[in-house]
C-alpha cells in the first residue's frame, strides 16, 4: 500500500526521501512525490516534486534528489484508491497558498462531506483525493499551533490515516500523527525520520519508536515530541531494530520472492528452535497456564489472503493434532457477522505485517465481544501484536516480495507449536507423541532445503506452462488448504486465472472447465485419502487436462496418472503442508518469471493491505 517517509536534518533530505521510498516500493505504489521546505528564500516555502509511475522518474526528474535543497522533507508512494493514479492526485498535497503539505497513507471516510463544507468556505480543490481535505483542514486550523491543528482535525475527520506534514512557516519541523495505519519515528546522530514500513530507514537507524495510535509527533533535526490528542505531551520509549539491512536487500538473486523461498529453511528454523526446551513444546510466550490452554474450548481463526491459508491448514491440523474444533473466517467477513461463539474460544488472528486493516478489525472486535485474541505475527510492535491479548512471533525477518513465501511457512510453523502445545494441555497427546513431533519439526527447514536443490526441475516444468490460461489446482484434505495458496501464489505473480479445489467438489461444476490440454496440479500427501485424489486426477485426465502431481517420496503409483511428477522428503503427514507448498512456490516463480512480469511487485498488489 502506500508509503510514507520523512527526514529532517542536517544532510540534503530530497536523496535520503527517495532513498526511503526506493525502500517502500515492495509495498506497490504508481506514482510518487517528495516535498521539501525551503528556508533559505524571503519567505519560507515547500516545494513539491512529483511523477506518476516508478520512482525512477521522479529521481531523473530532481537528479537524484540533488535539485531539491533544503534538510526537512517528506515522501510518498501512491496507491490509488481516490481518484486515478496520476501526477495531480499523488501526494504530497498543499493546502491553499502552499502554507502546508501532506502525505497520507489511509482512508478519509467522510472526505466528501468535509470537501463539500471547504468547497463552500472557498477552499478549491485540485485533487480528486481524500488527502486533500486534510491539507485544507490544517490549513483552515492553523493559526501558528500546528499541534492545535492536527489535534482539531483528528477530531474533524473519521477513518484511518497516517500523515506527515510540513508547514511553510515552520522549516525543520515535521509533524506526523496516526490512527489505525502505521507509522514510525526513527532518530539517529544524522537527524530525525518518519517511516510507514521500517525498511525505509533501517540504511539510517534502527533506534525506533511505533507511533501509539492517535499520537501527533514533533520531529526537528535534534527533538522528537509526542503528543496525546487533548495536546498534552507524553513519553514513549524506542527500541533496537534487529533486522538488518542485507535481510532487506536482494543479496544476489534476481528477485525478493526467490531469495525468501531459500531463506524459508532458516525462517522456520528460528520459529521453531526458540520454542523447544529440552525437547518439549515450551509457549510460556503465550502467558497462558497449562489449565488455560486446556481450557480453550474451541480456535476462532481470522485472516486474509495466505495467512487465511495457514487458519485452512490448521484447521485440518489441529483439530487432528489437539482435537479442538476450529473454525476459520476471513478477516473482512469475521469483521461484519456479528459471529456467535461460545464462550472458551481462542481467537487467533495470523498476520504477515501485523497492519492488515480487516485483519485489526477483526481483533478489536473480538476483543470488543470479550475474548482472548492471540496475534502470530511476523513484525514486532505492529499494531495487531501490539493490541492483541498474546503475541506468538514468526521470526521470518523483513519479507519484501509482495507474494508472501517465508512468513506462510514461519505461520505454519507456529501454527504446528500451537497445535502440540494445545493437544499436550489437553491431555490428547502424551510424551512420546511430543518427542516424535517435535523431532520432525526440527528436521523440517532440512527437508525444505532438499526441495530447493531440485529446483531446475520446477523450472523447466513451469516453462512449460508459462503461456497457459487456466490453471486448477485440486487436494482433499490438509492438501486442499496448500492447493488454495499454491493457486493464490501462481495467479497473484503469474495473472494466470487459476482456482484450487476440494477435489472431492469438482465433479459438482467446475469439471466442466477442463478441456483439453489444461493444466491441473493435484496435490496428495495424505495416506487416506491418496487413492481418492487419484480417481480425481484420472478424472480431469480422461477429459483432456494435463496432470502434474505433487506427493510425498515412496508414492510412486502417482506416476500412473501424471504426466508428470515432483516429489518432496516424507515427513509426517501433518506436516506436509510445510513441503509442498515449496514446489508450488517455485513452481509460480518460474512461471511468472517465464512470462517477463515483475514479480516481486505484481500490478494492483500491495504488500501491506492497510485500508479496507
Ligand atoms: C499473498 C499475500 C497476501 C497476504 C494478505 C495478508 O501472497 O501475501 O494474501 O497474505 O494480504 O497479509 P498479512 O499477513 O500481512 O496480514
Known amino acids: 500500500m502506500c508509503g510514507i517517509v520523512g527526514f529532517t536534518g542536517r544532510q540534503q533530505a530530497a536523496p535520503i526521501l527517495l532513498d526511503g ?4 516500493e515492495y509495498r506497490g505504489y504508481d506514482s510518487a512525490g517528495i516535498a521539501v521546505a525551503q528556508a533559505g528564500g524571503a519567505e519560507p516555502s515547500i516545494e513539491i516534486v512529483k511523477a506518476k509511475g516508478r520512482l525512477k522518474v521522479l529521481r531523473e526528474m530532481t537528479d537524484d534528489g540533488r535539485s531539491v535543497s533544503g534538510t526537512c522533507g517528506i515522501g510518498h508512494t501512491r496507491w490509488a484508491t481516490h481518484g486515478e493514479p496520476s501526477v495531480v492526485n499523488s501526494h504530497p498535497h498543499y493546502a491553499k497558498n502552499k502554507r502546508v503539505a501532506v502525505v497520507h497513507n489511509g482512508i478519509i471516510e467522510n472526505y466528501q462531506e468535509i470537501r463539500e463544507k471547504l468547497t463552500k468556505e472557498g477552499f478549491s480543490f485540485v485533487s480528486a483525493t481524500d488527502t486533500e481535505t486534510v491539507a485544507h483542514l490544517l490549513d483552515k486550523y492553523y493559526t501558528g499551533n500546528p499541534i492545535e491543528a492536527i489535534s482539531k482535525v483528528m477530531f474533524r475527520v473519521r477513518g484511518s490515516y497516517a500523515l506527515g506534514i510540513l508547514f511553510a512557516d ?14 514510525i519515528v526513527g532518530r539517529s546522530e544524522q537527524g530525525n525520520f518518519i517511516a510507514s514500513d521500517v525498511p525505509a530507514i533501517l540504511k539510517y537507524t534502527r533506534d525506533v519508536c511505533f507511533i501509539p495510535n492517535l499520537e501527533i509527533v514533533k520531529l526537528t533535526a535534534v527533538e522528537i515530541h509526542f503528543y496525546n490528542v487533548d495536546q498534552e505531551e507524553v513519553e514513549e520509549t524506542f527500541s533496537e531494530i534487529n533486522w538488518d539491512t542485507e535481510a532487506a536487500e536482494k543479496g544476489g538473486f534476481a528477485h525478493f520472492m526467490l531469495k525468501e523461498i531459500y531463506e524459508q529453511p532458516k525462517a522456520v528454523r528460528d520459529t521453531i528452535s526458540p520454542r523447544i526446551s529440552d525437547g518439549h513444546v515450551d509457549l510460556e510466550e503465550l502467558g497462558m497456564s497449562r489449565e488455560e490452554l486446556a481450557k480453550v474450548s474451541r480456535l476462532q481463526m481470522v ?9 485452512m491448514t490448521a484447521r485440518y491440523m489441529v483439530e487432528q493434532t489437539a482435537r479442538v474444533p476450529v473454525d476459520v473466517d476471513l478477516a473482512s467477513e469475521f469483521r461484519y457477522r456479528n ?12 498476520s504477515q505485517s501485523g497492519e492488515t486493516a480487516d485483519s485489526l478489525a477483526a481483533l478489536r472486535e473480538a476483543k470488543k465481544l470479550g475474548y482472548r485474541v492471540l496475534g502470530i505475527v511476523n513484525v514486532v510492535g505492529s499494531s495487531i501484536a501490539r493490541e492483541a491479548d498474546s503475541v506468538f512471533y514468526t521470526w521470518a525477518g523483513p519479507e519484501i516480495s509482495v507474494a508472501t513465501t517465508k512468513a506462510y511457512s514461519t505461520q505454519l510453523a507456529a501454527v504446528y507449536l500451537l497445535a502440540i502445545g494445545l ?3 489437553k491431555g490428547v497427546i502424551g510424551e512420546a507423541q511430543e518427542t516424535q513431533m517435535v523431532e520432525e519439526l526440527l528436521r523440517l527447514p532440512e527437508k525444505i532445503e532438499r526441495i530447493l536443490e531440485e529446483k531446475e526441475r520446477i523450472q523447466w516444468f513451469a516453462n512449460k506452462f508459462s503461456h497457459s490460461k487456466d490453471i486448477f489446482f485440486i487436494g482433499r484434505g490438509l492438501d486442499y488448504a496448500s492447493s488454495l495458496e499454491g493457486s493464490l501464489k501462481l495467479k497473484e505473480i503469474s495473472y494466470i486465472h487459476s482456482e484450487a479445489y476440494a477435489a472431492g467438489e469438482l465433479k459438482h461444476g467446475t469439471i466442466s472447465l477442463i478441456e483439453d490440454g489444461i493444466l491441473v496440479v493435484g496435490v496428495a500427501t495424505q ?4 487413492e481418492k485424489l487419484i480417481s480425481n486426477m484420472v478424472e480431469v485426465k480422461s477429459r483432456g487436462a494435463y496432470v502434474l502431481g505433487v506427493t510425498s517420496y515412496g508414492n510412486y503409483s502417482m506416476e500412473d496418472v501424471a504426466n508428470y511428477t515432483i516429489y518432496v522428503p516424507k515427513t509426517m503427514e501433518c506436516f506436509a503442508a510445510s513441503l509442498v507448498v515449496v514446489p508450488l512456490q517455485l513452481l509460480a516463480y518460474y512461471v511468472a518469471l517465464g512470462k517477463g512480469l515483475d514479480v516481486d511487485k505484481p500490478r494492483n498488489l500491495a504488500k501491506s493491505v492497510t485500508v479496507e
Request: with cysteine.
Open 339 to 350: 459471529p456467535v461463539m461460545e464462550k472458551d474460544t481462542l481467537v487467533i488472528v495470523v
Open 170 to 183: 515552520r522549516p525543520g519541523e515535521i509533524y506526523a500523527v496516526r490512527k489505525d495505519s502505521p507509522l
Open 21 to 24: 521510498l526506493e525502500k517502500l
Open 303 to 311: 485472516a486474509c489472503g495466505s495467512a487465511y491459508h495457514v487458519c
Open 527 to 530: 495416506k487416506g485419502l491418496f
Open 423 to 425: 493437544g499436550k494441555a
